[in-house]
């Protein structure tokens, strides 16, 4: 039986097994087995190096914006009125076959736009490109999702489901659980606040599940079997999401009004320019200190001067924890 199989059974096996506490833990081990298949479906394979298969795109400017979204749905469009690039557009689907730059240049600010091909259900199995587009997508500093107005609630449902199983996790904070294996002593396992999902019992079946038998564990949140997987594998990705509804022209206001209500959402028509400066100002919210100080600059950083009304005169001399207000004015000194 191959991975996708595996994968596909266990799925089934996950919706047919009804959630109570007497199959808590053989859901868990369930959950466990399938990170655990997800993540080998997800490693590239011998292959995949062939001259010509794969792309990316070089990091520039202050951050980057990873643009994705089902085909057809107006990103070339949005791509092609925020920047001076030009991305085939066409009313069909699998327009745009390779991944397009573009650069915003916004309050001095120079953020990468990367237009990547059209998404797909099951680009997590490795359809199309579906899993270099994701490999792509885990770079980016934040990620708008292009959503067609007209098909309601259906394809933001899919790709949130999509970018979950390859380890993508939107708006959401990593889970404050400390984790460490060990050598010896067996499971150390405590907890700062009540738990009502993850019992002792529990987390020593699914850490068996990844071989693991000595670990320390500390929870410092009531978080589900979902999250304690995500900190033993590691690899998950955190970033803020802007679930951007197009083609809003051509749907009733009511139902324009309950889009726009939606947590992290906004309401836009690339077709007849509409809400796409407020679209920039929440981008420009949701980037926060990426667009002041590019994360490469990290490591060389010695201090900041700034100027402006977080300050108590200016320049003010700063260091990396420091919180900027809107308008303030910064000069890095590098080491």
């Not at 002792?200 to 079946?205: A, D, T």
């Not at 990705?237 to 939606?262: G, T």
């Amino acid at each position: 039986m191959g991975i996708l199989e595996k994968i596909a059974e266990i799925e089934r096996e996950i919706s047919r097994t009804q959630k109570n506490k007497a199959t808590e833990y053989h859901l868990g081990l369930l959950k466990a087995k399938l990170a655990k298949y997800r993540a080998q479906l997800l490693e590239p394979s011998k292959s995949s190096g062939a001259k010509g298969e794969g792309f990316d795109v070089m990091k520039s400017g202050d951050a980057r914006v990873a643009l994705i979204g089902f085909p057809s749905v107006g990103k070339s469009t949005f791509l092609s009125l925020m920047t001076s690039t030009e991305s085939e557009a066409a009313s069909y689907e699998f327009t745009t076959l390779t991944c397009i730059p573009g650069v915003i240049e916004y309050k001095g600010a120079n953020i990468q736009l990367l237009d990547l091909p059209g998404i797909i259900e099951g680009a997590a199995q490795g359809k199309g490109r579906g899993r270099q587009v994701i490999a792509v997508a885990r770079t980016a500093d934040v990620v708008i999702m292009m959503l067609d107005a007209t098909k309601g609630d259906v394809q933001r449902e899919l790709l949130v489901k999509e970018l979950e199983s390859v380890g993508i996790r939107l708006n959401c904070p990593k889970p404050n659980i400390y984790f460490k294996p060990k050598k010896g002593g067996g499971l150390s396992y405590n907890s700062t606040v009540p738990l009502t999902h993850c019992s002792e019992k529990l987390v020593q079946l699914i850490l068996h599940e990844y071989k693991i038998f000595n670990a320390e564990v500390l929870f410092r949140e009531d978080s589900t079997p979902d999250e304690f997987i995500d900190v033993i594998v590691g690899n998950r990705v955190y970033m803020p999401c802007l679930y951007v509804y197009n083609k809003v022209d051509q749907i009733s206001i009511e139902e324009v009004d309950r889009l726009a209500h939606r947590a992290n959402s906004v309401v836009i028509s690339c077709g007849m320019k509409l809400n796409l400066d407020f679209l920039l100002e929440q981008l420009w919210e949701y980037l926060g200190s990426f667009t002041s100080i590019h994360r490469t600059l990290a490591s060389q950083f010695k201090y900041a001067l700034v100027w402006g009304t977080s300050t108590k005169y200016s320049p003010q001399r700063v260091g990396l924890t420091h919180i900027m207000e809107h308008e303030d004015v910064i000069q890095i000194v590098k080491k």
